[in-house]
């Protein structure tokens, strides 16, 4: 039981995380902040994967990886160019995972 109460904590973390990420995006715009919006896009793709993969949710998982791919767009054009290649590993990690939970 301690277990799942602390998934359950955990899951709440994350959810909470989602929503601050989500709420920084409303002020960190791709105009005024180009890379600070990049950045929390990536973030927000990394707390959505887990909450997802934690709840075994493949509609946050594919969420995830719109907001990767939002990132990955920036960070190919604009740099940096590692953060564009950890990008496509993260979404090619995450495509995997719905492959393998069809």
């Known amino acids: 039981m301690s277990t799942l109460g602390g998934r359950e904590e955990e899951t709440a973390r994350l959810e909470e995380a989602v929503t601050a990420y989500r709420s920084a995006l409303e002020v960190r715009t791709s105009d005024a902040m180009p890379l600070d ?55 090619k990690r995450l495509e995997d995972y719905l492959d393998s939970n069809k």
Do not use: C
Request: glycine residues 8%; without cysteine.
């Open 37 to 91: 919006w990049a950045e929390t896009q990536d973030h927000l793709s990394l707390t959505l994967a887990n909450l997802g993969k934690a709840i075994s949710d493949v509609g946050k998982v594919r969420e995830a990886i719109e907001a990767a791919t939002r990132a990955r767009v920036f960070y190919a054009k604009n740099g940096p160019q590692q953060n564009a290649r950890g990008m496509e590993a993260h979404i």
